[in-house]
Structures are given as C-alpha cells and as structure tokens.
C-alpha cells in the first residue's frame, strides 16, 4: 500500500488548515492510500542549531525523520506566514532533512525521490499563495518530486462549515484531485 504522511504547519485549535489537512488525508485514504498524521503539536522540536545537532540530536527529530524515511509520499498542508511557511513547519523540514547514522551529508532519506502535495488556507482573499510558493521551493530543494496540482483555500474563515467540511464543490474537488494524484505519483515512483 502506498503510504503517505500528512504534515499541517499549523498547531492553532480550530485551524483552517488542520480541518483541511484531515479532509484530504480522508481523500488519500479512499484513493487507496495508508495515511499516517504527523501532528508537530506532539513533537518537541527546538529550533534546530549544529550544536544541539552535534551534541543532542532530540529524539523527537529523529522519530519525526523516522517516520517520513517509511513513506513514499508527503502531502504537505499550511498556512502562509508574512509572505512564507510558518517556521514551525520549516524547522520540522530542516531537523528531516539532516543526516543520521551512517548517512552522508546530503542522503536526505526523509524526502529524496519521494512525490509531495502541497495544500494551504488563509483567511487572506490569495489563499496564501506566497506560502505555497516557498513551499514548493523548499520541498524542490530537498529533492521531492511536487506534483503540478496544489490546493489554495482563500478566506478561509467563511469556507468550511461546522463540521469542517468545505462548502463550496471546486476547492473540495480540487483537494479529491489533489490527493488522486499524490497517490498515483507516490505509487509510480516507489513501483
Ligand atoms: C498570518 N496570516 C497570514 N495570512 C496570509 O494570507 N498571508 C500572510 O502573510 C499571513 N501572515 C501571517 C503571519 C502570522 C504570524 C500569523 C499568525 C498569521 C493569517 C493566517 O492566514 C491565519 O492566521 C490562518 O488562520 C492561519 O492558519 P490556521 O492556523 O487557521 O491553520
């Protein structure tokens, strides 16, 4: 089965793109993907430094790169922040991408070769575009293969209803494609 992570940059109670994050990995799933939610409210990641690299490796990075090296996808969910990702989501990124045991410098398990999708809500009328930008940039960088279709959810505060389902049909068809694709692309490359 093809097994997909689904990271949200966010840790707000009642955030937009958690209740997003949980719609597609629901989508994922009916494609036929094994879903895992990685929640960095769970994980304590301190800001990363080459000293605590060198000297305290945390341990929550380290379960964190576990669990992305055992996927064949990332489909990545977040919030813009002044224009960026949100540094919650790019220090997760950063302590990933490092090297552990015997790996060389740029082995980059956690990501290399892998498919990602790239989603986002904003309560901003861009949907927080920039973000997903960066976003895109960064996933590039450490050698993902971020599929064309992406997902933007402008004002975000008046798009989901109570249940947290969107209620307009073309963002919640556009996150049902998304996911297809993610899986086929993720499947594709690890066959
Ligand atoms: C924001 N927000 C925001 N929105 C946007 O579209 N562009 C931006 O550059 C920013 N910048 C920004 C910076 C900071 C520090 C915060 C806290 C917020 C607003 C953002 O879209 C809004 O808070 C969302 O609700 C955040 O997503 P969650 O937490 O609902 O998932």
Known sequence: M???AVIVGSTRDGSFNRALGAL???RLEAHGAEV???DLATLDLPIY???LEANAFPADALKLKATLVAQDGLLLVSPEYNGSIPALLKNAIDWASRPTGDEGLVALSAFRGKAAAIMGASISP???IRGLAHLRQILGTVQMLVIPDQVLVPSAHAAF???GQLKDALPASLVDMTAARL???AKALTA
């Open 2 to 4: 093809t097994k997909i």
């Open 24 to 26: 597609a990995a629901a």
């Open 36 to 38: 895992t939610l990685v």
């Open 49 to 51: 430094t080459a000293a």
């Open 126 to 128: 861009f949907g927080g």
């Open 161 to 163: 209803d109570e249940d």
């Open 183 to 185: 899986v086929a692309v």
